[in-house]
């Protein structure tokens, strides 16, 4: 709750640098993706895990959201450029709608940027395309299932 006397907290976002931050961001995503949405906890966490930037949402020294990008070795068939692929991305129910998602995107296609890279895609659900459109993604393809749930494949150029 905020109002001009008690403004709404700031939120930051930070990369994951210790691997207790990176416990932070798994916590989020289990919440999120396994209690919320049932994905079995076998596929939540992956082996990209390891390799990913991760990005945490802040606010008052709480941990309330999180997102990864994957650098993919090489671009999809016909396509050239260096591409990346952002994922994961999860914001506790109660801080949603609150521009948490759009702030932890805009961060990791910052760091996309950084390391060249000339394309995102991300893989939507379909309740989520709107977040993904009016951050500037396009759908490419057609509906498919991942982890139970029909999901959208988006792209970005940078
Ligand atoms: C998808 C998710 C990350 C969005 O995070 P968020 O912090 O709620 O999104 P934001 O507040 O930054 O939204 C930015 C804009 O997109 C809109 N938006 C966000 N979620 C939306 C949705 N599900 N449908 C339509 N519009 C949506 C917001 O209203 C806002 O619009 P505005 O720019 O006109 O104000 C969040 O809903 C979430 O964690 N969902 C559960 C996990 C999940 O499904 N992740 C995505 C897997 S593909």
Redesign the pocket.
């Known amino acids: 709750m905020s109002n001009a006397e008690n403004p709404p907290r700031p939120v930051t976002i930070s990369q994951v640098k210790t691997e207790a931050e990176l416990w932070q961001a798994l916590a989020i995503r289990e919440v999120?993706?396994i209690e919320?949405?049932h994905v079995p906890e076998g596929i939540e966490r992956d082996a990209e895990d390891v390799k990913a930037y991760h990005v945490l949402a802040f606010q008052g020294g709480h941990a309330i959201?999180t997102?990864r990008l994957v650098m993919l070795s090489e671009p999809p068939p016909g396509e050239t450029g260096r591409w990346a692929q952002i994922?994961?991305?999860?914001?506790?129910?109660a801080?949603?709608?609150?521009?948490?998602?759009?702030?932890?995107?805009t961060s990791l296609e910052d760091e996309a940027r950084r390391r060249g890279v000339s394309d995102v895609v991300?893989?939507?659900?379909l309740?989520?395309?709107?977040?993904?459109k009016?951050?500037g993604y396009e759908p490419m393809g057609g509906v498919f299932k991942e982890a139970g749930?029909d999901?959208l494949k988006m792209r970005k150029k940078l």
């Open positions: 999120v993706f919320e949405q959201g997102g994922g994961r991305m999860a914001v506790l129910q801080h949603r709608k609150a521009r948490v998602g759009a702030m932890l995107l991300l893989h939507s659900q309740y989520a395309l709107e977040f993904y009016k951050q749930i999901h």
